[in-house]
């Protein structure tokens, strides 16, 4: 077992984002179709209760024999980074449940408010913080399949959107998926609701963002939005700060569905999609069924799609435009798809020299399709078994 410790950046008191990056191997790399994960605690300063069970978490990965936590680090990199907002947590106050001291940066932006809009509406703040320039230049650099981002001051699990886009949408097309995995980590941690104070609907629930309350330049939409991570906003405290003798029940109440959530990354389908000479294709990307939005495929040639069990169609798209699509069924295992994709001059020249197709991530009308009967598809798929 190994980790690596990682400087992601700087806050503007010039502190360092420390991110840990655990795997049983070659924990300071990206290893070819290993998925990616992340957990993010402490984006707001004064909600301290995810920083504490990130360091928890750090801790029994590194240490515990358990099978299943044996399991998970041979399978995936994990990445925790336990506070986004060191500076913050600076200005916080123990046992303050309720306050907003510490919450802002420095600089006085709320983090989870300051990342792009997708469709460019202006933030709250005209500036962009150094947090999340760091954070924005991280998940750029590294596919991550699976994410969440830990809170406190509720308690809830948070799915996207947090913002209402066209014609009032606060749905993804990743809904099913959402609502399994939120409620399956809600379900774990319901009891700890006795710790809350507030009493409303939403309280030990699965709750769209915006149906919630409704922002703009949130984490989980950008993520989301721009590279098809599965993004979460756990709000798992209604106390913001407890006091230290609450902090072990969270853990052990916590711990299983952390590490159950962090299994989700193996489920679905990942693949390769590469040409006759096993070499990625630039511009390429996938598509399950309409699902939006659709996913670039990584420099070596590798995607990652968390479904469950089901029958849809896989669609591959090389400069926006559909070149293979092929049904594909999701059963009780991970179903790997390693596509060579052989695209004659003919199919690909005369779109090479133009603009690239943007595939919006909300228009759900088919795209334009080039002729199947120029390319030739060699597919294997292997099956693994699915934790």
Known sequence: MKATVFDIGKT??????????????????????????KYIGNMHGNEVVGLEL????????????????????????IWIMPTMNPDGLELSRYGDCSTT???????????????????GTQLASPIRALETEAIMSWIGAVPFVLSANFHGGAFVINIPYDRYYIGKQSI???????????????????????????????????????????IIGSMQDYGYLNY?????????????????????PYWNVNRDAM????????????????????????????????????????????????????????????RGYEVHRQ????????????LTIIIPQVAYVPYSFQPIRILSAFVTNSVQSLSLSYTLILLSLTLCTMK
């Open 12 to 37: 503007e008191g010039g502190r360092s984002l420390w991110a840990i990056a655990i795997s049983a191997y070659a924990p300071d790399r990206h290893v070819l179709l290993r998925p990616e994960v």
């Open 54 to 77: 990130l360091l928890s978490l750090i801790e029994y990965l590194l240490t515990s024999n358990d099978n299943q936590v044996v399991e998970l680090i041979n399978r995936s990199r």
């Open 101 to 119: 001291n510490g919450r802002y940066t420095l600089n006085n932006i709320d983090l989870n408010r300051n990342f792009p809009d997708y469709f």
């Open 172 to 214: 993804s097309s990743d809904d099913d998926v959402y609502q399994v995995l939120a409620k399956s980590y809600m379900t774990r941690i319901g009891e700890m609701s006795r710790f809350c104070d507030i009493k409303n609907d939403e309280v030990g629930t699965a709750v769209h963002g915006a149906d919630w309350y409704e």
């Open 228 to 248: 098809g991570t599965i993004e979460m906003t756990m709000e798992i405290s209604c106390c913001k700060y407890p006091t230290e003798d609450l902090l072990m």
């Open 259 to 318: 590490i159950e959530l962090l299994f989700q990354a193996q489920r679905g389908v990942k693949g390769l999609i590469l040409n006759e000479y096993s070499q990625p294709i630039p511009f390429t990307q996938i598509m399950i069924d309409d699902r939006r939005p659709v996913i670039n495929v990584t420099p070596l040639g590798e995607f990652w799609r968390i479904l469950l069990p089901g029958v849809y169609t896989l669609k591959v798209f090389f």
């Open 327 to 338: 049904p594909i069924v999701i059963q009780d295992v991970l179903i790997q798809l390693n």
